[in-house]
């Protein structure tokens, strides 16, 4: 294979360096869980990475300079990975398994200047599908070539090499009985090294035949896909770059195609819609803001009021999000009076949904006062506030149309799934449950002992302050006895601090 510029002459240390990454990948991965291991391995990808594409930032052709959001898409993908090392929720960690390789696909791909489509437009997608799957699939032949043209192809390379290794044996033959007197020596004289010495054995204990043979696959597996993963970066091909264009050409007719809406029509609809919104908001001024304080409606219950529509107004909310987006876009220009109602309408639509989920989100509150804090109900209550900045970005967008709204609502996203994962859900639900205890008395422990190492310091703190409470010394016994696994590579520090 002959390299088509000087820098692509370091292929050879790219894949010596992708195979020290999957033997890597295999040792703190198989079976053991996710830990600190997560952040090692991520930032062994990077040092693969910018090692690869050195040389290309900055400037060098095809790559004419990388935008910021290139290298902004680094802090959540590096923050997500830290997530394994701090928290313990078995949520989040199997949730980031799918979104922490996700956003380093899309970060690898914009800083690297391979996609004719901006990262928040859907047509990204396209590109990503590619990376992930078509290019790595392409170049799958060139590290299996590289690897056979290092091997010797005449009879007296492979008489060359017989030699090397015949003297590498008798190396190895004359160093072995003085390797056992030094050891020997070394152990005696320090007993740290003997204990290091005693344990070899047992690296190999519970280790199967197949086990060993699916680690090597595993290995290879990972070398050979990041390797062709990287070389679709550094080598994007015509071909791809003509499918392109041919993409964003029938992008560009559809567009000019599309269909839309009347302003009559549509503001039609948006009135009717809009009567009956508004006539919930009122009454829900009436009698939802006043529940808090024992205003219910006659034969109501508390929990039950608490309980009965919140799914109903989530899902009304949801729809409404469907109705908007044909609102911004599939409504044809009109006069500026009629641009004006159209914008009026939209914006009323978007006030009256934060109503529905103002509502939603103290319904759930009182719910969860009467029957305490779990993990679903905390979840639904970020994906409430989450619908209620997206609606508020919304409000924005109608009246600034330069804006581009899918870009702020990945952004909100990303950031939003940061949040999520960093407000450490699990001692939050451990954290008002104990406080709903000092106002109630009622506690479910048994719910706790459920959850991640996260709630052991809520739980001791509870220990502390109500001593009557027996079952809680069993509950953070419990939640220690889950854990995994105590190798390094799984070290965690919600882990570390419940066993101290």
Not at 115 to 144: C, E, N, T
């Amino acid at each position: 294979m002959r390299d088509p510029a000087p820098w692509q002459k370091k292929y050879g240390m790219m894949l010596m360096y992708a195979c020290l990454f999957g033997l890597a990948f295999q040792y703190v991965f198989v079976g053991r869980p996710a830990g600190v291991s997560v952040l090692i391995v991520v930032a062994g990808f990077y040092s693969l990475y910018f090692y690869a594409i050195k040389g290309r930032l900055g400037g060098f052709e095809p790559w004419e300079g990388q935008s910021k959001a290139g290298w902004l898409l680094l802090v959540p993908s590096v923050l997500l990975a830290l997530t394994y090392g701090l928290f313990a929720n078995r949520l989040f960690h199997t949730l980031n398994g799918l979104a922490l390789p996700l956003l380093i696909v899309m970060q690898t791909i914009v800083l690297s200047r391979n996609s004719k489509h901006a990262w928040y437009h859907a047509s990204f997608l396209q590109d990503m599908m590619r990376h992930v799957v078509g290019r790595p699939l392409a170049h799958v032949s060139v590290p299996l070539g590289m690897i056979k043209s290092w091997l010797p192809a005449k009879e007296n390379e492979r008489e060359a090499s017989r030699g090397k290794f015949a003297k590498i044996g008798v190396g190895l033959l004359l160093a072995a009985p003085i390797l056992f007197v030094i050891i020997s020596l070394l152990a005696s004289a320090d007993r740290i090294f003997l204990s290091w010495l005693t344990q070899i054995p047992n690296w190999f204990d519970g280790g199967s035949t197949f086990e060993v043979i699916f680690r090597i696959l595993l290995a290879i597996c990972v070398t050979i896909y990041i390797f062709c993963y990287l070389l679709g970066l550094l080598l994007p091909k015509n071909a791809e770059v003509d499918s392109i264009a041919k993409v964003e050409e029938i992008e560009l007719l559809e567009k000019n195609r599309k269909i839309q809406l009347d302003p009559l029509t549509a503001g039609t609809l948006l009135i009717c819609v809009n009567f009956v919104y508004v006539l919930f908001a009122i009454i829900q001024f009436s009698y939802l803001f006043g529940a808090a304080d024992g205003l219910l409606p006659d034969g109501v219950a508390y929990a039950e009021y608490a309980r009965r529509g919140f799914a109903e107004l989530v899902f009304v909310a949801l729809i409404n999000v469907a109705l908007l987006f044909p609102g911004l876009h599939w409504i044809r220009k009109s006069a500026q009076v009629g641009e004006l109602i159209r914008k009026v309408l939209l914006s009323l639509l978007v006030v009256c949904t934060l109503v529905m989920l103002s509502s939603a989100y103290s319904r759930l509150a009182l719910y969860e006062e009467a029957y305490g804090f779990t993990q679903t109900r905390l979840l639904v209550h970020g994906f409430m506030i989450f619908l209620g900045v997206l609606f508020i970005i919304a409000l924005y967008r109608i009246w600034v149309e330069k804006m581009s709204l899918s870009r702020a609502y990945i952004t909100s996203a990303i950031l939003a799934y940061l949040v999520m994962n960093y407000i450490n859900i699990d001692e939050r639900i451990a954290v008002n449950n104990t406080a709903r205890y000092e106002r109630t008395g009622i506690i479910d422990l048994a719910y706790l002992g459920d959850l991640s190492t996260d709630v052991v310091p809520a739980l001791r703190d509870l220990q502390i302050r109500h001593p009557e409470l027996v079952e809680v010394e069993l509950t953070i016994n419990r939640v220690i006895s889950g854990i995994d696994s105590d190798s390094w590579p799984s070290w965690n520090l919600s882990n570390y601090r419940a066993k101290r």
